[in-house]
T-cell receptor, first 113, second 113 residues
Framework: KAGVTQTPRYLIKTRGQQVTLSCSPI?????VSWYQQTPGQGLQFLFE???????NKGNFPGRFSGRQFSNSRSEMNVSTLELGDSALYLC????????????FGEGSRLTVL | AQSVAQPEDQVNVAEGNPLTVKCTYS??????LFWYVQYPNRGLQFLLK??????LVKGSYGFEAEFNKSQTSFHLKKPSALVSDSALYFC???????????FGDGTTLTVKP
């Protein structure tokens, strides 16, 4: 079974731009979660989607948004980028019929200049 | 609200010695508890989980963890550490009634030859 795939792996943007990150979950997994990882803040929960609906949301500003498609693939978007948005963005999928262990992708490393 | 504490930022052990990485949690319902490992520039990998039953759970790469309900702890252990175990370890809790997992700040394990 293929793992979680995140694209792009690396990207560089400038302040004020926007970015879209993509995540393809493990086949059959309908839940997708997004996390932001930074050296200072650790792993911060962004949001979780299940069957195209946002089920949980973390404490991030409205510049951070996401969506899930009917094939369970998910995208997250960050608008009006700030320097502090530089981070590793991790996507994880899970099968809610199981006990909720997360299967992570390799992440998308965003650098904002 | 659920939370996880990993009291040690760094744990250093000699190869061949036993290791322990500490984790305590707080959750309103019954907890699902997890350990994940992250190698440099990679996503997180699931190591093991406690859902119910035996308080000692075994996982990948010879790791095990002990669930202690009275102390609300879930410490990760390994009888004999390997240099290749050096990585960043995260403890996580998931409330059975909620969809999201909350992670600790991580503990960097360094195993020296």
């Amino acid at each position: 079974k293929a793992g979680v795939t995140q694209t792009p792996r690396y990207l560089i943007k400038t302040r004020g731009q926007q970015v879209t990150l993509s995540c393809s979950p493990i086949s059959g997994h309908r839940s997708v979660s997004w996390y932001q990882q930074t050296p200072g803040q650790g792993l911060q929960f962004l949001f979780e989607y299940f069957s195209e609906t946002q089920r949980n949301k973390g404490n991030f500003p409205g510049r951070f948004s996401g969506r899930q498609f009917s094939n369970s693939r998910s995208e997250m978007n960050v608008s009006t980028l700030e320097l502090g948005d530089s981070a590793l963005y991790l996507c994880a999928s899970s099968d809610p019929r199981n006990t909720g262990e997360l299967f992570f992708g390799e992440g998308s490393r965003l650098t904002v200049l | 609200a659920q939370s996880v504490a990993q009291p040690e930022d760094q744990v250093n052990v000699a190869e061949g010695n036993p290791l322990t990485v500490k984790c305590t949690y707080s959750v309103s319902g019954n907890p699902y508890l997890f350990w994940y490992v992250q190698y440099p520039n990679r996503g997180l990998q699931f190591l093991l989980k406690y859902i119910t039953g035996d308080n000692l759970v075994k996982g990948s790469y010879g790791f095990e963890a002990e669930f202690n309900k009275s102390q609300t702890s879930f410490h990760l252990k390994k009888p004999s550490a390997l240099v290749s175990d050096s990585a960043l370890y995260f403890c996580a809790v998931r409330d059975t009634n909620a969809g999201k997992s909350t992670f600790g700040d991580g503990t960097t394990l360094t195993v020296k030859p």
